[in-house]
């Protein structure tokens, strides 16, 4: 499964770990990706959510109904 959220897009970065002797090797920064299930009244239908943390609270704000719209947007199938 991908580390990336279906409607913000945030995807993992990447960087360095530095020990303490200042050896630089490669790191992952993943979201906090969380699947979440919503009720979608307008499809009377549950859809399953990837989403990051951030953009479970967009969710809740804006509706899911808005939220869906904008992954559809994005062109991510739901």
């Known amino acids: 499964m991908s580390a990336h959220c ?3 897009g945030a995807r993992p970065g990447f960087g360095n770990r530095v020990s303490h002797s200042h050896r630089r090797t490669s790191r992952r920064f993943d979201p ?5 299930r919503y009720w979608l009244p307008g499809e009377s239908r549950h859809v399953r959510l990837r989403l990051s943390a951030r953009a479970v609270k967009t969710v809740d704000a804006i509706g ?3 939220a869906v ?3 559809r947007a ?3 199938r739901v």
């Open 69 to 71: 719209a904008r992954i």
């Open 6 to 8: 279906m409607l913000t």
């Open 32 to 36: 906090n990706i969380q699947s979440r």
């Open 74 to 76: 994005r062109g991510v």
């Open 64 to 66: 899911v109904e808005a």
